[in-house]
């Protein structure tokens, strides 16, 4: 099993412009999360999706949108990308109760 | 959601024991308490969750308080490769959403 896919791995945006982060899960998980992590910080919550069809905002959901679309999928967007918003992105996935299995991630530079 | 609370740095030698200290005086009686790591350069890696009993598993042993207010992780045998950040996160049965805290940089000597 392939687990949590993250595309792309790297990322180098100028300020202003947009893009799309994608992640997909083969596990027939029924929730779905959005992380970013800062050099030398714990992760957090930007957006999660509990079930198909809803999406939730979590901690820091400012600058970004996200689509579940559908039960695999669930991507995450930057409109007009900031210098703030470079960090590592990490998917993940779970079932209710259960363990989350995470991404490798995707490094995201704005200059 | 109820905060942990852990040591920032531990530091071990290869093939011994080690024993990460997790704090939650205000956990809840449904919170689970959940273990991650996150090698360099990777996502986290879940190690291992625990309601109230002690828990095993091939990746490493859950001790859990009997008034459930802190728990130990215990790595049996640390490897070069078990050098990590450790992540104790409390997490309720609803399946809340996992909060992280900034975890046990765990260093092993050779």
């Known amino acids: 099993n392939a687990g949590v896919t993250q595309t792309p791995k790297f990322q180098v945006l100028k300020t202003g412009q947009s893009m799309t982060l994608q992640c997909a899960q083969d596990?027939?998980?029924?929730?779905m999360y959005w992380y970013r992590q800062d050099p030398g910080m714990g992760l957090r919550l930007i957006y999660y999706?509990?079930?198909?069809?809803?999406?939730d905002k979590g901690e820091v959901p400012n600058g970004y949108n996200v689509s579940r679309l559908n039960k695999r999928e669930f991507s995450l967007r930057l409109e007009s990308a900031a210098p703030s918003q470079t960090s590592v992105y990490f998917c993940?996935?779970?079932?209710?109760?259960?363990?989350?299995?995470f991404g490798s991630g995707t490094r995201l530079t704005v200059v | 959601d109820a905060k942990t609370t852990q040591p920032n740095s531990m530091e071990s030698n290869e093939e011994e024991p080690v024993h990460l200290p997790c704090n939650h005086s205000?956990?809840?009686?449904?919170?689970?308490i959940h273990w991650y790591r996150q090698l360099p350069s990777q996502g986290p890696e879940y190690v291992i969750h625990?309601?109230?009993s002690n828990v095993n598993n091939r990746m490493a042993s859950l001790a859990i308080a009997e008034d459930r207010k802190s728990s130990t992780l215990i790595l049996h045998r640390a490897t070069l490769r078990d050098a990590a950040v450790y992540y104790c996160?409390?997490?309720?049965?609803?399946?809340?959403?996992?909060?992280f805290g900034e975890g046990t940089q765990l260093t092993v000597n050779p």
């Open positions: 993940a996935s779970s079932l209710e109760n259960y363990g989350y299995t």
């Open positions: 596990m027939n998980h029924n929730s």
């Open positions: 999706s509990a079930s198909e069809g809803t999406t």
């Open positions: 205000t956990i809840s009686g449904t919170d689970y």
């Open positions: 625990g309601l109230t």
């Open positions: 996160i409390l997490r309720d049965t609803s399946g809340s959403r996992l909060t």
